[in-house]
């Protein structure tokens, strides 16, 4: 189990907050959020990434996803935000 220090909680917040910002300017369009949630949208897409490349082999136990990994995978959580929220405002 990894333990981060002061350091590395910066860094994930930096690299969540950049990964965010990608994956909306990638993905255009009516989003939730300002700062904070953008933050969360890169931390999360960063984690569902880790999770994805360890189930495929992508990535060895201890590594996790890198700056294009977070984008991708915060682009991908907009797309299921985005199909949520369409369903919801048509039913």
Known sequence: MMIFSGTGWLSILVLGGIAGALGKLL????DPGGLFVTILLGMAGALLMTFLGHAMGWYAPYEG???IGAVIGSVLLLILYRVIAQNRSRG
């Open 65 to 67: 996803a890198n700056l």
């Open 27 to 30: 993905m255009p369009g009516k």
